[in-house]
């Protein structure tokens, strides 16, 4: 049973490098966030009224960007919730194990990046809300 809540996620105000010719912002792992990257993927042409998510991890560290666009994400720890609507490329959520997301309101071309702690496994996955319940010890 995992113990995190939704006060162990957060914003995180990333780098950034201002430059007329466009600006950067560098992300590395154990220094920017608080785990080393080993994945990186993003989803990019969710048709308007689409949702993703809708499934929590039981070891898997995530910091979601808004490369292009903006979305919400929804983190409930079982108990709470909390909507975040990430709209800035320079601002990372970071999300810790045990917490069940939900994405939605991708506006038209939006971008989500995602940098995660660990490789793919399905096994590391809760996909059923009710299975996310027992596992944290609430139902």
Known sequence: MEHTTIKDCKLIDLRKISDPRGNLTPIE???????D???VYYLYDVPG??????????QLYQLIIAASGSFSVTLDDGMNKKSFNLNRSY?????????????DDFSSGAVLL?????????EDYIR??????KYKGIK
């Not at 601002?91 to 994405?103: K, S």
């Open 29 to 35: 792992g154990g220094k920017d966030v608080p785990f």
């Open 37 to 39: 990257i080993k994945r």
């Open 49 to 58: 009224g689409e949702s993703r998510g809708a499934h929590a991890h039981k």
């Open 91 to 103: 601002y990372g959520l970071l999300i810790v194990p045990g917490i069940w997301r939900d994405l």
């Open 114 to 122: 995602c940098l995660a702690s660990e490789h793919y496994e399905a």
């Open 128 to 133: 059923d809300y009710d299975e996310f319940l």
